[in-house]
């Protein structure tokens, strides 16, 4: 156990619908990434916040927002949802730089 | 852009010695950490290599060439466990925190 939690564990939707993934950091870890993980593309590096701002983008979509509260969790907000969303989605944080980063269990997200 | 390359998969018998092998470019090459994957799980983190050589963590060790743009993951005393996926991962400095992950090696372990 990473200490980083994610719910939901799963989450079916359909087409142009949005949905919210959460995140808890573990306790004392102000850096928070997103990561999306599919079979045709491996793991891609969303977006990172850090103590409430956002630090770096990656290859996030226009449709996709994030955002990191007060108390450090964090959000990961998808809409207007396509079949190609369909993916892992992991959070991820660490106590110090990008180098050491504990994953959370992961959202798998289905789109029909 | 960055791009890194590792072999798909990699298959070895228990007890014996496997390396898999990652090889990068970059613009902003800052690190090189390892992860390993379960199937359904989490990455997990392993080891991180910020200057050239070995770093040694149990059975497993991890190696840098920056001249070469290159690194290793080695591991030894391989076990049934250690069935997974693993990913180089390169950390692009300076002003940016980002962590590309290469497309990951499958290592299966036969007995």
């Known amino acids: 156990d990473s200490g980083v939690t994610q719910t939901p564990k799963h989450l079916i939707t359909a087409t142009g619908q949005r949905v919210t993934l959460r995140c808890s950091p573990r306790?004392?870890?102000?850096?928070v990434y997103w990561y999306q993980q599919s079979l045709d593309q491996g793991l891609q590096f969303l977006i990172q916040y850090y103590n409430g701002e956002e630090r770096a983008k990656g290859n996030i979509l226009e449709r996709f927002s994030a955002q990191q509260f007060p108390d450090l969790h964090s959000e990961l907000n998808l809409s207007s949802l396509e079949l190609g969303d369909s993916a892992l989605y992991f959070c991820?944080?660490?106590?110090?730089?990008?180098?050491?980063?504990?994953f959370g269990p992961g959202t798998r997200l289905t789109v029909l | 852009g960055q791009s890194l390359e590792q072999p798909s998969e990699v298959t070895a018998v228990e007890g014996a010695i496997v390396q898999i092998n990652c090889t990068y470019q970059t613009s902003g090459f800052y690190g090189l950490s390892w992860y390993q994957q379960h199937d359904g799980g989490a990455p997990t983190f392993l080891s991180y290599?910020?200057?050239?050589g070995l770093e040694e963590t149990g059975r497993f060790s991890s190696f840098l060439s920056r001249s070469d743009s290159y690194g290793y993951l080695l591991l030894q005393e391989l076990q049934m466990k250690d069935s997974a996926s693993y990913f180089c991962a390169v950390i692009e400095g300076g002003g940016g925190n980002k962590l590309t992950f290469g497309t990951g090696t499958q290592l299966k372990v036969e007995l």
């Open positions: 306790s004392g870890d102000l850096s």
């Open positions: 290599n910020a200057l050239d």
């Open positions: 991820a944080s660490s106590p110090s730089g990008v180098d050491t980063q504990y």
